[in-house]
Each structure stands twice: as C-alpha cells, then as structure tokens.
C-alpha cells in the first residue's frame, strides 16, 4: 500500500503563496495518475489538481485554475502543489491521493486510505 505524507502548508496572507509536497512510498508511485484534495471545515472533500503518471495531463478545477499548479517528480516520489494568489476561501486541509484518471477525483484504491493532510490558512 501507498504511504503518503503532505507538508508545505501554513498560515498566509491573501495574495501569498505556498508550495505543498506529497511524498509517496511504494512502486507504484512512477506509473500512477496523482491528485490533490483539499477538505474545508464542514464542506465535503473536493478534488482540486491532478497529474498523469507522466506530467503530459493535468487538471484544475475551476476554483483552482490560472492559480495552482500541479507537477512531480518521478525520481523522488514526490508530487507537489504551487498555489499562489491564494484567497481565504482556499483555506483547507490539503491532502494528495492516487487517483484513476488525473481528470477526475476517484480514487485509485477503495480503502479508504488517506495521509495526515496539511493545514492550510488564508487569512484576510
């Protein structure tokens, strides 16, 4: 099973910027599409960037777009997320997961699995 491990996250003024890392263990960190979630207080998880296995694909979602920036590199095991022109509604807890496809949140495993998260906090 993949282990995963998000830092980066902290608190930052609106219009600030962060870069979160995702350290994956295993194998199969290499040949699997990768994505970001993020989990606001009381609002459901929302798949916010993903990343093919090759870097070739990426997708945002449209409250992310033209701000975040997904990328990884293969021979760390690492996938990272650059936010910037960050807002207070970005404020979450940000966690990175393997997904199916890079253009959609469902997850690659079905147990249920996921890191600590890393806090972020916009402030205003």
């Known amino acids: 099973q993949v282990q995963l491990v998000e830092s980066g996250g902290g608190l930052v003024q609106a219009g600030g910027s962060l870069r979160l890392s995702c350290a994956a263990s295993?194998?199969?960190?290499?040949?699997?599409?990768m994505g970001w979630f993020r989990q606001a207080a009381g609002k459901e998880r929302e798949y916010v960037a993903g990343i093919n296995w090759s870097s070739s694909g990426t997708y945002y979602g449209d409250s992310v777009k033209g701000r975040f920036t997904i990328s990884r590199d293969n021979a760390k095991n690492t996938v990272y997320l650059e936010m910037s022109s960050l807002k207070p509604e970005d404020t979450a807890v940000y966690y990175c997961?393997?997904?199916?496809?890079?253009?959609?949140?469902?997850?690659?495993?079905?147990?249920?699995?996921w890191g600590q998260g890393t806090q972020v906090t916009v402030s205003s």
């Open positions: 997961n393997r997904v199916r496809f890079y253009y959609s949140g469902t997850l690659y495993s079905l147990n249920g699995y």
């Open positions: 295993g194998r199969t960190f290499s040949s699997s599409a």
